[in-house]
């Protein structure tokens, strides 16, 4: 079974929608949770880390459920750059190794 | 501050021939990572390294693979001999340690802009 699993998607949705991403994680020891965006062919850069009480940065807003293993990710008004991978990452609590899911792919349609 | 770099950023070989890549990662970062991604796939650990010593190295596929970190600066990986399965994009990663909350920042990943290796 694979330590992070997302739906790969895509989603595609219209300008100004609210799209939501689920990640499950299979390790109830997994500590640290983040969301990265990846854009084509460039790398993947930090979008937010993922606090247990649940974080929001502008129209974005990320929520932990530890009793269910899964994390998610909100988007409000959606905007044509919003549009890329996005990466569930988790980190166990023994050393310190990332798990990456496979990503979901949004585009943003005008 | 500089980021991640990698070098090179293409690389296509034949079967059987020797890649290196280069990673530099961000000056005092002790972390640093590589991971693969072959098409289709998620991101996969390769290994980690603090400073110099290889903390985990449960992700290298096989023995063809080699990395080192020589003064626990920048890290090169080998891949000797290439076959076709090796290819897909390596990506480097570093952070600044191991331990701290997330709100310190400590276990933010930053990474390079990834070597894209092509094997015929």
């Known amino acids: 079974r694979k330590e992070v699993e997302q739906d790969p998607g895509p989603f595609n949705v219209p300008e100004g929608a609210t799209v939501a991403f689920n990640c499950t994680y299979s390790?109830?020891?997994?500590?640290?949770f983040f969301w990265y965006r990846q854009d084509c062919r460039k790398e993947p850069k930090l979008l937010m880390s993922?606090?247990?009480s649940g974080n929001e940065d502008g129209r974005f807003t990320a929520q932990l459920n530890r009793a269910s293993q899964y994390i998610s990710l909100l988007i409000r008004d959606s905007k044509l750059s919003d549009s890329a991978t996005y990466l569930c990452?988790?980190?166990?609590?023994?050393?310190?190794?990332?798990?990456f899911g496979t990503g979901t792919s949004l585009t943003v349609i005008p | 501050e500089a980021g991640v770099t990698q070098f090179p950023s293409h690389s296509v070989i034949e079967k059987g021939q020797t890649v290196t890549l280069r990673c530099d990662p961000i000056?005092?970062?002790?972390?640093l990572y590589w991971y693969r991604r072959v098409m289709g796939k998620e991101i996969k650990f390769l290994l980690h390294?603090?400073?110099?010593?290889?903390?985990?190295e449960s992700g290298m596929p096989n023995n063809r693979f080699l990395a080192e970190r020589t003064g626990g600066t920048y890290s090169t990986l080998k891949v000797q001999p290439a076959e076709l399965e090796d290819s897909g994009v390596y990506f480097c990663?570093?952070?600044?340690?191991?331990?701290?909350?997330?709100?310190?920042?400590?276990?933010?990943?930053?990474f390079g802009a990834g070597s894209r290796l092509t094997v015929l």
């Open positions: 000056s005092g970062h002790d972390n």
């Open positions: 390294f603090v400073k110099e010593s290889k903390q985990d």
């Open positions: 990452v988790v980190i166990l609590n023994t050393g310190n190794q990332f798990y």
């Open positions: 990663a570093s952070s600044q340690g191991q331990t701290g909350t997330i709100s310190s920042g400590a276990n933010v990943l930053t």
């Open positions: 390790n109830s020891a997994s500590q640290s």
């Open positions: 993922v606090y247990s």
